[in-house]
């Protein structure tokens, strides 16, 4: 379930200031800021441009030196802790050989047992533990339940140990750039999570990379990853295990399948399942949980049949339009990550599934608007009008603005906006953050003990002759996700649109409980904010 919240809600993705004195702000990267309502007085006296105009003055100062100090916080120490944190690790592991005696890593929070599964998509034949109903007075029924014995009908394995262990087969973390074809959904009901996921990977990779607080494969089976909790409102860090459940033959994993040798999206999923304590949480729920879990930034709802009723198609495409596409005229990528939700099961959709929502253009003419998608399973997208199985189209029609992508890939794929309308009731966005405190370092995990230094070579340039520093620095992204949309183009008097973020009276009964079989009852559903 989902609740209504301002507008002006805050992002909690977007780097906080260290400290704020009567509305000037100290930011994490060093420099001064005016931070608070655009209409309100600073210190109760001052006007907000003054303030500003002063600000920028101590920036020029300030800029210089602290250039320097965050790329040696984002890329020289990073790169020197890890390149002796892998230079040990080779040592006691490859030529000691300290692994074989000594234990791994075993999370206590998330055993490898049918609890940690879920009880509601365990087969036949399991015992199902002992349970408290409890009926509170808000009409929502909670379920309680105990597993002592810890049963275990699903068989784990580290993920480590999935591949075999030949030359230039190792498993990685991270193998070469991260992308959405790293995302293959298995049995488990999650394209909610993995469309989430997959419309991070295709335009945000930074910010998958950054969630992993571990930046490479561990031999201790130990993983840190950083997810912001909707129901605390605050980031919380899952300390995980690599045993991944497998399939009945015990040769594949259950859910989400790895790509290659890379293990970043098994173990996020896990990450994920662990915050809401089982894997059966994941089966059937809202995208916009899991880009809000991502980036700690509020979704923006658009309910596309009634928006187009109210405010017509051709502004529910600018809105897209707006908040998605890349042009020449634009100084930095859009900072949006946006999904839908189909409803359709013609020409090749899949209905109650969850895509990514990532691009929207026109063609030369201007008169065929597209958006394009993809869907999460890799191997089935729309057969429709200027799809895929059509591909004459994007031979001579081309598209009117460049650096857009039109080659047909697996799971993507293009169509027309009216046929998007018709068939997917909803459209999520959510705003990410982009500033020197949310950067990170690539390790280029294939490249060994010289990966580090490669990343720091490459981040370096990027840094300094690319702009990314001064960019990121001087010039973040803090906006909230409804900021982000009415700058795009969407008119806040419109109808047909709520914001939304989920909280723990919402989720906290039934649903992400362990033995989440029995489901939380609840008399009254979110209703539109406009």
Request: charged share 20%; aromatic share 10%.
């Amino acid at each position: 379930m989902t609740t209504k919240v301002h507008p002006a809600a805050v992002n909690d993705g977007a780097d906080r200031p260290v400290c704020v004195l009567g509305g000037c702000a100290c930011n994490s990267s060093g420099l001064c800021g005016v931070r608070g309502p655009t209409s309100s007085m600073v210190c109760g006296m001052f006007p907000r441009s003054l303030c500003h105009l002063v600000a920028c003055v101590i920036n020029l100062f300030l800029a210089p030196p602290f250039l320097v100090i965050n790329w040696v916080r984002v890329y020289l120490a990073p790169c020197v802790l890890a390149t002796i944190h892998l230079g040990l690790a080779r040592l006691c592991c490859n030529i000691l050989s300290f692994n074989r005696c000594c234990p791994k890593y075993r999370d206590p929070a998330f055993p490898a047992n049918d609890e940690s599964i879920g009880y509601n998509i365990i087969e036949d034949g399991a015992t199902l533990p002992c349970c408290d109903l409890v009926c509170c007075c808000c009409a929502r029924i909670a379920c309680f339940c105990r597993d002592p014995c810890g049963t275990q009908h699903v068989k784990w394995k580290r993920a480590s140990e999935l591949f075999p262990k030949t030359k230039g087969r190792r498993p990685k973390l991270f193998d070469g750039k991260i992308e959405a074809a790293d995302v293959k959904q298995g049995r488990l009901g999650d394209c909610w999570l993995l469309a989430a996921i997959a419309a991070c990977a295709e335009h945000h990779p930074d910010l998958i990379r950054r969630l992993f607080l571990t930046k490479f494969q561990e031999e201790c089976g130990c993983y840190r990853i950083r997810l912001y909790d909707t129901r605390r409102n605050r980031w919380t860090t899952q300390v995980i295990d690599d045993r991944i459940p497998l399939d009945d033959t015990g040769s594949r994993p259950r859910f989400t399948q790895p790509h290659d040798n890379e293990l970043w999206v098994l173990l996020l999923e896990k990450a994920f399942a662990r915050m809401w304590s089982s894997y059966g949480y994941l089966k059937g729920n809202d995208g916009s949980l899991a880009l809000q879990s991502f980036t700690g930034n509020h979704a923006v709802n658009i309910a596309t049949a009634d928006f187009v009723r109210r405010n017509g198609i051709d502004k529910f495409f600018a809105v897209l339009r707006g908040a998605l596409h890349l042009d020449v005229t634009r100084l930095k990528k859009p900072a949006i990550i946006a999904g839908a939700s189909c409803v359709s099961s013609q020409h090749g959709l899949v209905a109650n599934h969850a895509y990514s929502l990532l691009d929207a253009a026109t063609l030369e003419s201007g008169r065929v608007k597209l958006v394009q998608l993809r869907n999460p399973w890799g191997n089935t997208s729309w057969t429709g009008a200027y799809s895929n199985a059509e591909p004459s189209w994007m031979e001579h029609a081309g598209l009117s603005v460049l650096g857009c992508d039109i080659k047909p890939e697996p799971g993507k794929f293009w169509m027309k906006v009216d046929d998007f309308v018709h068939n997917f009731s909803r459209v999520y966005f959510v705003g990410t953050s982009i500033s020197i405190a949310t950067t990170t370092m690539n390790y280029h995990e294939s490249a060994g003990l010289c990966g580090p230094a490669l990343g720091c070579a490459k981040g370096s340039v990027a840094y300094w002759c690319g702009c990314r520093g001064l960019r990121t620095m001087c010039f973040p992204e803090r906006r909230t996700t409804l900021q982000m949309l009415i700058d795009a183009g969407l008119d806040p008097s419109s109808k047909g649109w709520y914001t939304q973020r989920y909280t723990d009276q919402n989720t906290g009964a039934g649903r992400h409980n362990k033995a989440s079989w029995a489901e939380s009852v609840v008399l009254e559903s979110p209703k539109s904010a406009k």
